[in-house]
């Protein structure tokens, strides 16, 4: 671990750090609608590490602030790119996850802010992605307020692994959200699971009421994709679709898909 705390001051410079791309779809039109942003360190000699890694050791020697920022720059200019590919492609949305250290500070409404105005994509290309359990933490001294500020910036707002915490539907309500993220383990039981399938019907007529998006993750199989299909779900990610990929592939994927529109 102080290894590792150690060398993560030299990462970022170093170059180290990297994004990768996993694309969310739109399952009827079967299209990609955006991405979410997944950073990795690509260590000398541990190989390639995911965020759960270092994330928490980031926070704890202050540097997680440089790593949002570099995240939020990759990704505008990842999007800039991408959706000057072509006319079908300028609605694409780029999802970052707010790690909880972030969502406890003002100052990531600044790092947002500086990303969006220098990105040169409009603010709702950005989407930000806060989990229920942060969202709900007591430590999170006041979520209306922060979502409220973000929101006021442009950008798009998600709740992550949603169903997993213990958000109340009043709260729900007041917060300006964009999308429900469906967690992944209630979608593992569809087609298998009663009370699974009961929860994501529960979640997808909650998002309509609310007129939010509802997105189901980890989707891994074709019969699983059938069955959000047929209970009126629009977006999904999963393996199914894609594993998280690096950038040259996550474009080879959208110019394979310009090309098949054309
Ligand atoms: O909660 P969040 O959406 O931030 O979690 C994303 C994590 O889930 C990433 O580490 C990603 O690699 C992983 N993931 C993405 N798609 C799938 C999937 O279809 N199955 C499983 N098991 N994990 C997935
Ligand atoms: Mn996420």
């Known amino acids: 671990r102080s290894q590792l705390e150690r060398d993560l001051t030299h990462a970022l410079q170093d170059g180290q750090l990297t994004v990768h791309y996993q694309p969310t779809v739109d399952i009827g039109a079967r299209c990609?609608?955006?991405?979410e942003a997944f950073v990795r360190w690509l260590h000398p000699t541990m190989g390639v590490l995911p965020a759960q890694r270092f994330i928490p050791l980031a926070e704890d020697v202050g540097q997680v602030w440089a790593i949002d920022a570099?995240?939020?720059?990759?990704?505008?200019?990842r999007?800039?790119?991408w959706q000057g590919l072509h006319p079908t492609l300028s609605d694409l949305v780029m999802s970052v996850n707010l790690s909880s250290q972030q969502f406890r500070d003002q100052s990531v409404i600044d790092t947002v802010h500086h990303a969006v105005s220098?990105?040169?994509v409009r603010p709702s290309t950005f989407q930000l992605e806060v989990s229920e359990a942060t969202l709900m933490d007591p430590r999170s001294p006041d979520p209306e307020l922060l979502l409220g500020r973000l929101h006021a910036l442009g950008v798009r707002l998600a709740i992550d692994n949603f169903g997993t915490g213990s958000s109340s539907l009043s709260c729900l309500r007041q917060l300006p959200l964009d999308v429900l993220n469906i967690d992944r383990r209630f979608i593992a039981g569809l087609g298998s699971s009663r009370?699974?399938?009961?929860?994501?019907?529960a979640v997808l007529n909650l998002a309509e009421a609310f007129a939010v998006e509802a997105v189901a993750e980890g989707v891994e199989t074709e019969s699983?994709?059938?069955?959000?299909d047929e209970a009126g779900c629009r977006l999904a990610q999963g393996y199914l679709f894609s594993h998280p990929v690096d950038s040259t592939t996550a474009e080879a994927l959208l110019r394979v898909q310009v090309h098949e529109s054309d």
Request: aromatic share 10%; net charge negative.
């Open 224 to 228: 699983q994709r059938d069955w959000l």
């Open 79 to 81: 999007a800039a790119a």
């Open 32 to 35: 990609i609608v955006g991405f």
């Open 118 to 120: 220098t990105s040169g």
């Open 70 to 77: 570099f995240v939020l720059g990759e990704t505008g200019r």
């Open 195 to 201: 009370d699974d399938e009961v929860i994501v019907r």
